[in-house]
C-alpha cells in the first residue's frame, strides 16, 4: 500500500479543521444533545458541560472517576441525590489523598461511595452514567487542577448495549464482585481486551494512523506502529516528555513516521489517549479512552475506552491531533 501522498494529508486535515471549527462554534449544549455519539473536546470547551450532563439526571447518575477533585461535580452530584436520585461513586483507592475530600462530601450528603478493589492496580477509568441511558467516556479526570492546559476529550455515548455493558461493570465493581465485561457494540476494556482491540485498530489500518498519547511505552503496541508503518500507512504521534519515550519514538521516526512532542513544564499538557486510523476514508475509525499505551494500563487496571466511526467524533478529534501536532516540537 503506497503512503498517503503530502497533498491528501494536508487536504484531510484542512477539512478536519474546519469542520471542528463549525462543530466548536455550534458549543457544548449542540454536541451533548444530538446523535448517539458526540465530542467534548478540552480545554477547548468547559467542563461545566459536565455537571449539565449530571443535571439531566432523573433517576441515577453513576461514576467511575480515577480523581475526582472538581467541587462543581461533587456539588452537583451531591444535590442530584439530595433531589431524590440515586448517585453512587467508585473512586480510585490508591488515591485517597486527591480523592479524600469528594468522597467525604458526597458521603456527608447521602450519595453512595466506595473506593475502588484492589483487583486491579489502579481503577483508571472515567465515566459518567445518567438515568443507565447515555454514558460520558473521558479520557481525563474530573479534577479541576488540570482544566487549563490539559488536551483531553470526552465522548457521550446512548447506545443502548454500550450503556448496559457499562452499567453492568459498574454494579460489579460497585460491590467489588468479579465481572468479565462484556463490550457492547463499541467498547474497550481493561484489563479484559483492550490491548487486543488496540492491536487489531493499528493492525488494521491502511492509510494513516494519528494518534496523541499521554504515555507511549508498551511495546506490543509500538511495534504495530511500526510495522503499520513499513506497509505504508503514514503514522504520527503526538506525545509527552521525549526523554521518557525516547526508544519508542525513535522506532517510529526510524520507520518513516513523525512525532511532535510538548513538556510537562508548561503549556498544553497531552493527556489524551486517542487513536485515529484511516480518516477520510469509508473504513475510518476513532479511538478515545483512558487507556494509555502501558502494560499496566492495558492489562492490569480498570480502564474504558470507545471505538467508533462516527463521523462528528472522528472528525473533531482528528482536527485536533492535526493541530497539536502542528503546534508541537519535532522529535
Do not use: C
Not at 52 to 68: H, I, K, P, Q
Not at 118 to 133: C, L, M, R
Not at 142 to 166: C, E, H, K, M, P
Amino acid at each position: 500500500m503506497p503512503r498517503i501522498n503530502a497533498a491528501r494529508r494536508t487536504a484531510i486535515a484542512a477539512g478536519a479543521l474546519l469542520a471542528s471549527a463549525g462543530l466548536l462554534a455550534g458549543g457544548v449544549a449542540a454536541q451533548a444533545a444530538t446523535g448517539t455519539y458526540s465530542l467534548l473536546t478540552f480545554p477547548d470547551q468547559s467542563h461545566s458541560a459536565v455537571v449539565s450532563f449530571v443535571n439531566t439526571a432523573t433517576r441515577s447518575v453513576d461514576v467511575t472517576m480515577y480523581e475526582l477533585r472538581d467541587t462543581s461535580v461533587v456539588n452537583a452530584l451531591v444535590a442530584r441525590q439530595k433531589a431524590g436520585v440515586k448517585v453512587r461513586v467508585i473512586l480510585d483507592g490508591q488515591h485517597t489523598s486527591v480523592n479524600g475530600s469528594a468522597y467525604s462530601a458526597l458521603r456527608a450528603g447521602g450519595a453512595g461511595v466506595t473506593y475502588s478493589s484492589s483487583a486491579y492496580v489502579y481503577t483508571h477509568q472515567k465515566t459518567v452514567t445518567v438515568d443507565g441511558a447515555k454514558s460520558l467516556i473521558l479520557t481525563g479526570n474530573l479534577d479541576s487542577v488540570y482544566y487549563a492546559n490539559d488536551r483531553d476529550f470526552g465522548v457521550f455515548n446512548s447506545d443502548t448495549n454500550d450503556v448496559a455493558a457499562i452499567e453492568r461493570v459498574f454494579n460489579a465493581d460497585y460491590a467489588k464482585t468479579a465481572v468479565t465485561p462484556t463490550d457492547g457494540d463499541d467498547l474497550v476494556w481493561s484489563p479484559t481486551d483492550s490491548q487486543s482491540r488496540l492491536l487489531a485498530l493499528i493492525n488494521g489500518a491502511q492509510h494513516s494512523l494519528d494518534l496523541e498519547q499521554l504515555e507511549f511505552g508498551d511495546s506490543a503496541l509500538v511495534n504495530a506502529i511500526v510495522a503499520a508503518e513499513q506497509r505504508g500507512v503514514a503514522v504520527r504521534v503526538v506525545g509527552m516528555d521525549p526523554g521518557s519515550y525516547a526508544s519508542y519514538f525513535d522506532q517510529v521516526v526510524a520507520a518513516g513516521g513523525s512525532v511532535a512532542t510538548y513538556s510537562s513544564s508548561g503549556g498544553l499538557y497531552v493527556h489524551a489517549k486517542v487513536i485515529v486510523a484511516d480518516y477520510g476514508t469509508a473504513t475510518a475509525k476513532v479511538f478515545a479512552g483512558s487507556e494509555n499505551f502501558s502494560d499496566n494500563s492495558l492489562n492490569h487496571n480498570r480502564e474504558l475506552g470507545l471505538i467508533i466511526s462516527d463521523s462528528g467524533v472522528l472528525t473533531g478529534i482528528e482536527a485536533t491531533v492535526s493541530a497539536d501536532f502542528a503546534g508541537g516540537t519535532v522529535y
